[in-house]
């Protein structure tokens, strides 16, 4: 089933893109610094939110892994 139709699928598609973007922005800055507008934009907005918001991101991140391993 596509993760667009599956509400756990793209929650956690969501979670993998703001952590995979937060950890590239801390490695090589520039790329994702000089792309703010447009479409590359979203993955610039998707590491803003995972610096500021990291506590709650990694929070989410071990319940979605719970809930996959509990669920299945």
């Not at 490695?27 to 907005?45: A, C, E, S, V, Y």
């Not at 995972?50 to 319940?63: D, K, M, Q």
Request: proline share 3%; net charge positive.
């Amino acid at each position: 089933m596509s993760a667009l139709f599956n509400f756990q699928s793209l929650l956690l598609v969501i979670l993998l893109l703001i952590c995979t973007c937060a950890y590239v922005h801390q490695i090589f800055p520039t790329i994702l610094d000089r792309n703010k507008q447009g479409l590359m934009g979203i993955f610039w907005k998707a590491a803003r939110v995972g610096e500021r918001l990291s506590p709650y991101i990694s929070l989410c991140c071990v319940f979605m892994a719970a809930s996959m391993v509990v669920g299945n």
